[in-house]
């Protein structure tokens, strides 16, 4: 069923697999990779900083032999170099939290479907709780509980993000233990560890999979928002959001390129991840087939 | 007349090829069909899974999903070639000339509208010049007509409040509410039990006697067209076999294909019941419904006393509403060892529960189980009481009895695990079972969904087997397979029992069924043992008049 799935999603006829968002998207990776490579400037060695031309205006020749871009901050720092630091944090930060909240959450969901009565209500109260609570709030509290750094927005992230996955996957793990080939599974009292991992969750997985691209732009949000706020990433790892933050204070002074570029960067990055992601989603969903 | 009729067919299906555009590659599914329908005649199609019944049937309706195309042939309605009609048109024909029966009655309804109402608004959408009193005094006429007690009251009943025999009688009344010259009647009785199956069938053959409308009554079931169809169109792979009147196709069928399809269905052979009473003590007393234990075996596998099984309900108590009505209400059978018990109901009978039980994946409120001499606590769960295991089970519908993402070989390695408590280094155990089940070996490396229906079922049996139960529970096994598969799983599973000495409880709706295969039957009625017996007195001595109704229930001719 699953090769089927996946058979579709690529030889779907009649639409180019290829589209403008994966391309931005996948250029927005490459520069994230290669950033270091590509960048004139590391922001983040005093080294390499010429603190006399801060707050350069785009285009200004600066002293390294190499052009400001897109202008310097306040400090002094290139914000191309910035942007392209902060990316490859941002985008490390989303993927790992998608890929363990989603990991977490389908684990979390297949276990309560299958536990059942005490073990669900358990699982399933805390999911509730979980999502009736507003996400930055939760994330805020995370933070604040867990202390700084990049491990530890990780885990705020992974947090925030895994009650989602468990009650999608909850929902179509139930339908599937009600099925025969389950009872089949009890009758030759195959360890719990088995009936979940190989019976209850390749057939649940479905669902989750089409949620992962948009929980990944709100992942890239989310952690740019914290950044932003100054709860995130510290200060010697830059990411997007923290760049906006830098040039927020100078934006009536006109010195709008500090805080715009990186925000268009990160603008660029969740649409093109959402429009991807969408796409990803209606071609595996059979419903909108 | 007849003579006249028969040149002015009111539709006539002339040479009919339909092709369907799947993913990869464009198939055929009908090839060249050719058929005619006369004016208030029953015209059965019937075919196995796969024959295109159901695609011809859509055609006649002008319902043919996206994909298909029609690349040769006509159908004509008086006259009239439909796929040359406009849309409109066709919707004009559909509805009013000819409209349409499906098997889901659930599905058919509009579960929020009452269905006086979904009456009202068909009559209505089929002609703009009925007022709301005409149509609505309409309605209660059609719903008298097709046999709804107190039309009036139920008028504004909801599909919930009515069984699935009333709610097939509501699509029915839908059906005709445009005075239509055609139904279209695709599985109608399939998902009906089969007490409820004989009236709805009689229902309809009424119709077309009295209102003069033509039925396609499409089906898999012999029994059905024996019982009303006129004409047969016997289909297979999309093309048509054989064609004719009913009698003749029943008693000199000329293909082998049709043979087969009469021989794959189970009959019952029955004496009348009257004929001799010799073996009174082993009959059900009406008014205490005791039923005589099984005295065949003193020292039967399995005995199962006086189980009572009660649904809960809602978890909190003072959120129930109203009694709660038992599944089971003690409930006593036995299992003969190396022997094939079959337990035979309608659905909500209680059966199915049962067999769950017995399998240790329910537990019971009260009772006693003793199985292979050791009694296990009932009221527990399967898991705790060591149950769980001991027997296995074999499920109606082999779609979901097998993990779709897991091989064959793999599943059935689960098996001989369970057995043995070790991974099995090489597959010999499993590859003689596939032999001995006339599977090829080349099939464990496949997943489920590449095999068919009768090969999945012995999948089922294997993988029971392999686990060495002393029981096994097979749960209508053969309830969703096409009938000449059918009869290969019951020679399988009686091949098995005797070669094996395994014991099974067989659990089936279908008597005819029960018959060859069981030496013991119980019969299940609303959560008690209404009758049991050897199968011996149950068809041929048993007064009790359940189990009468059950076997004259049997549609067709096959009761003889």
Known sequence: MKTDTMRTFWKRPGRSRVSLPLLILMAYVVLAVAGSLIAPQNPYDPLQIYAWESSSSPGTAGSGGYTYLLGTDGLGRDIFSTVLYGLRISLFVAFTSTALAAFIGVTAGVTAAYAGKLGDALIMRIVDLQLSLPTILVALIAIVTLGPGIDRIILALVIVQWATYARVTRGVAMSEASKSYLDAAHLLRLPARRIIFRHLLPNSIAPAITLVPIELGHAVALEATLSFLGLGVPIDKPSLGSAVANGFQYLLTGQYWISLFPGLALFGLIASINFVGEDVRRRLDPRSR | ?560
């Open chain 2, 1 to 560: 007349m007849e003579q006249q009729e028969h040149h002015e067919p009111l539709l006539l299906v002339e040479n009919l090829t339909l092709k369907h555009q799947g993913a990869a590659a464009a198939t055929t599914i009908l090839r060249d069909v050719s058929l005619e329908l006369r004016r208030g005649e029953i015209l059965g199609l019937i075919g196995e899974s796969g024959a295109g019944k159901s695609t011809l049937g859509n055609a006649v309706l002008g319902l043919l999903a996206s994909g298909f195309s029609q690349t040769g042939g006509r159908i004509l309605f008086e006259g009239r070639a439909i796929n040359e009609l406009s849309d409109k048109q066709r919707m004009e024909l559909r509805g009013r000339r000819i409209s349409a029966i499906f098997q889901d009655h659930t599905a058919s309804l509009d579960p929020l509208m009452s269905v006086g109402s979904q009456i009202v608004e068909t009559i209505k959408a089929l002609d703009d010049a009925v007022t709301s009193r005409l149509a609505k005094s309409q309605a209660l006429q059609l719903m008298e007509r097709v046999g709804i007690p107190d039309p009036a009251t139920r008028f504004g009943h909801y599909p919930h409040q009515f069984s699935g025999g009333q709610r097939q009688r509501i699509v029915i009344a839908i059906a005709l509410a445009g005075r239509p010259d055609i139904i279209v009647a695709d599985e109608p009785t399939s998902a009906l039990d089969a007490t409820v199956q004989k009236q709805i069938l009689a229902l309809l053959r009424n119709l077309t006697d009295e209102t003069g409308v033509s039925l396609i009554l499409v089906t898999h079931d012999m029994g059905v067209i024996s019982e009303i169809a006129d004409r047969v169109v016997v289909m297979r792979h999309g093309k048509v076999v054989e064609h004719g009147a009913t009698s003749s196709i029943l008693d000199t069928p000329a293909e082998a294909y049709t043979k087969d399809l009469l021989a794959a269905v189970p009959r019952l052979r029955v004496v009348p019941a009257n004929s001799q009473i010799t073996d009174g003590p082993r009959s059900v007393d009406p008014q205490t419904k005791v039923v005589p234990q099984a005295t065949l075996d003193q020292n039967p596998i399995l005995r199962v006393k006086d189980v009572t099984k009660i649904y809960a309900g809602h978890s909190f108590p003072w959120l129930r509403r109203g009694p709660q009505s038992p599944a089971l209400r003690d409930v006593s059978i036995e299992l003969a060892r190396g022997s094939i018990t079959g337990i035979v109901g309608e659905s909500g009978s209680g059966k199915s529960t049962m067999g769950r039980i017995v399998a240790g994946l329910e537990t019971a409120g009260r009772g006693s189980l003793d199985l292979n001499g050791r009694q296990f606590d009932i009221s527990l769960a399967g898991k705790k009481n060591g149950l769980l295991g001991q027997v296995q089970m074999i499920f109606q519908d082999p779609a979901m009895s097998l993990n779709p993402r897991m091989s064959i070989g793999a599943a059935l390695e689960e098996s001989v695990w369970f057995a043995s408590r070790e991974t099995p280094s090489d597959r010999q155990d499993v590859g003689e079972m596939m032999d001995r089940l006339g599977l090829p070996r080349s099939l464990l490396l496949s997943y489920p969904h590449q095999l068919s229906g009768g090969q999945k079922q012995r999948v089922c049996i294997a993988r029971a087997l392999l686990a060495n139960p002393s029981i096994i529970v097979a749960d209508e096994p053969t309830s969703a397979l096409d009938v000449s598969v059918q009869a290969d799983i019951v020679r399988l599973l009686k091949k098995t029992v005797s070669e094996r000495g395994v014991s099974m409880l067989f659990i089936s709706h279908d008597l005819a069924l029960v018959q060859d295969l069981c030496s013991e039957i119980y019969i299940f009625k609303d959560g008690v043992v209404e009758d049991a017996g050897s199968a011996d007195f149950i068809f041929s001595k048993s007064q009790n008049p359940y189990t009468r109704r059950l076997i004259d229930a049997r549609p067709g001719r096959f009761t003889h």
